[in-house]
C-alpha cells in the first residue's frame, strides 16, 4: 500500500525531474477541500476569562503570504526544542498531515504551491472579524498587543505610525507593549502613547537619567473580568538601544529586569489578582527561562522572535503562548480562575486566511482610508519575481540575498551587510514587485544604506558578535532576529563554539580568496544603529537595482557553511 | 563629547579603530590577586549578597550597577576585563539600615563584575555577574 507519505516523496521526485518546485496540482486539491470561517473561529467557551493575543503585526493593514522559516538553530538547552522545530519535523511532532492548512500557516515546505492553493494571509480587517467573533461569544475579553505594530510598511513610514494607531484602535485593544515603536523617535512615541485610550505597559522601561520605572509606562493593569481579578504586566523588548538606535529614544532604558518583574508579580498578587499574565516581547526562549526565574507567572503571551505553535509550552508553572507575526494569527486563551487560581485553560491559535475570514467592513473602510492618500505610489510595479522571495531563517533568505546583489552592485561594494531582521512578507514566483512590497522588507526610521571600507578582522569581529547575539547559549544573552546577512561574503560557522571561535575560512566569493585580516574591503549595508550615518535610502537602492533586472531569478544560496548545530 | 565604543565602530564613518572586542579579559589575574589580598585567601560564600547588573550592557560607558548585602561591614565591587578592576568600596557602620548601594560603573568590554562583601561576623560572601558589551544592530 502507498502511504500519503510516500505518494509525497514520489511526487516530490517527479516534478523535481521536470524542474518545478513543488507538487502543486495536490495542494491545490487540498486546499479546495472547504475550509470554512466558522471552523477557524470554533472554540468551545470555557472558564470564565478570554484573553485575545495579537503580536508583531508589523504594519501589515494587507493580506499578505508569509513563510515561515525553514532554518531555526536552538542552542544550549532549547536545542531540538520547540520552535527551534521547522518543515516536515514540526508537522511530524504536530501531527500535521503534509498539505493541510496547518502545515501551510505553520511550517515550510512546498510553500510557493501552498500558497496558490491557500492564499494570502492575514489583514487587520480579517483579525478585526476574528476578534469581533470571540467577544461575541465573550464579550469582556481582554485584547493584548504585543507590540512591533506601528513598524514596517510604506504608509506607517510616510504616516510615522499614524494609520496603524488609527486602525488598532478601531480594534479597541486593552493593552500594549512595544519594540520598534520607539524607533518613531522618543518625541513621537511619547506623543502617541499621551493619546492612546488603552494602557501602554513595560515594567522594564525605565527614565535613564533616575534608572527609575516611567509615569507614561506603567508596569502593569489590573482588569476585573468574569468575577476575578486579572492582572497584566507588560514587558518590552529588553535589548533596544543596543538591536536599534538608542540614539533615537536616549531617554529610555530597558534590560529584563527580572527582579523587577518578580516585585511586579508580588506586587498584583498582593493586590487580589487570582491570575498573572505577562504581555511579552522577550522572544520565545527568553520568556521560557524568565518563567523558571520569576514565579508566580500564570500566562506569557510571547512575541518578537515570530513564532507561531499550535498549542503552548509550558515551563515552570508557567504556560507560554507565542502568536506568530504580521497578522497571520490570532491566539484565543479562555481561562478558568477560581479560588484565587488559575484552575485550566483551552487555547487556539487561529490562523487568519484572507480567503476564509470575510473582512471586517468598518476596519476594510478604515484601512482603505489610510492608504487612499498613497495609493499610486503603493502600486507601482517595479518588477517581477520568477522566485520566491522569503526572509525568515538563520541565514540568508532570498529577500535578503535581492538586497545584498542590490547593495553590491548600485553601491558599488565588495562585500554587502543587511541586518538579520525578521519581518518582512514572501513574495511567491509569477507575482509583480510593488513598491509597497519593498517598502515592505526595508521599511524603517534608520533605513539609509551606507558603504565604507571594513579590514577582513574587522569583519570577523562583526559576524562573532552577532553571531553570539543568536546563539550564545543562555536565552538571556540572545536578542532575537537573525544573522547578519552577507552578499560577497561565504564563511563557516560552527554553532557550538564561544563567541571568538564561531566564524572560519572567510571567502570574498567573487574571487574566491580567502579574506585577508589586514585588507580593507568595500563594504555596503544598511540598518546600521549609529547616528549620522549617510547614504540613500534602501529602498531606492533596491527600487533602482530590480528596475534594471526587470524580472528577480534567485538561486540557493551556499556561501553560509552552518556546523554544530 | 566623550568618544565612546559604539561611536569607535560608526559604520556610517570612514575608518575603524580595531577594537579586540571579543577577546578574554586580560585583567582576570588582576582582580583574581586584588580579591586575594581584601580576603587572606579565605573561603566566600554565595547567596548573602544580591548583585543586580544587566545582562547585555546599553552603553559600556555608563552600566548601572546595584547591590544588597544585608550584613555586611564592606563591599568591594570589582570589573574584572578592566585595566583597573578595583572600581568601588562601600563602607556600612552598624547604625546603617540599609547594605546596598547603586552606582554606575564603566566597562570597557565584556567582563564579570564581582562584589565582595566583608560581613560582620568577618566572613565573606561573593557574587559575580556576566556583563555584556556588543556591537548589537540586529533586533526582530
Known sequence: MISRRDFLQVGMAASAVVGASGFGNWARLAAQQALTQDQLLEFDTFGNVSLIHVTDIHAQLKPIYFREPSENIGVGDNRGAVPHVTGAQFRKLYGIADGSPSHYALSSGDFSSLAKGYGRVGGLDRVATVIKAIRADRPDAILLDGGDTWHGSYTCYKTDGQDMVNVMNALSPDAMTFHWEFTLGSDRVTEIVEDLPFAALGQNIFDVEWDEPTELFPPYKMFERGGTRIAVIGQAFPYMPIANPGWMFPEFAFGIRDENMQAMVDEVRAEGAECVVVLSHNGFDVDKKMATVVSGIDVILSGHTHDALPEPVLSGKTIIVPSGSNGKFVSRVDLDIRNGQLMGYRHKLIPVFSDVIEPDAEVAALIDEQRAPYTAELSEVIGKTDSLLYRRGNFNGTWDDLICDALLSERDAEIALSPGVRWGPSLIPGQEITREDIFNVTSMTYGKAYRTEMTGEFLKVVLEDVADNIFNPDPYYQQGGDMVRTGGLGYRIDIAQPQGSRISNMTLLKTGETIDPSRSYVVAGWASVNEGTEGPQIWDVVENHIRKLGTVTTRPSNSVEVIGA | ?140
Open chain 2, 1 to 140: 563629547m566623550e568618544m565612546t565604543r559604539r561611536k569607535l565602530l560608526a559604520f556610517g564613518s570612514g575608518t575603524f579603530v580595531l577594537a579586540t572586542l571579543s577577546s578574554l579579559p586580560a585583567f582576570a589575574t588582576l582582580t583574581d590577586d586584588a580579591i586575594a589580598e581584601l580576603t587572606g585567601g579565605a573561603d566566600m560564600g554565595e547567596g548573602a549578597i544580591t548583585l543586580t547588573a544587566p545582562e547585555i550592557a546599553e552603553n559600556g560607558n555608563t552600566v548601572p550597577i546595584a547591590f544588597d548585602a544585608p550584613g555586611a561591614a564592606e563591599v568591594t565591587l570589582f570589573a574584572d576585563g578592566n585595566p583597573v578592576p578595583n572600581v568601588a568600596t562601600f563602607k556600612f557602620g552598624p547604625l546603617s539600615a540599609s547594605r546596598g548601594a547603586s552606582t554606575r560603573i564603566r566597562l570597557a568590554t565584556t567582563q564579570n563584575v564581582v562584589a565582595i562583601a566583608k560581613m560582620e561576623d568577618g566572613s565573606f560572601q561573593m557574587a559575580k555577574a556576566n556583563v555584556k558589551v556588543t556591537i548589537g544592530g540586529c533586533g526582530g
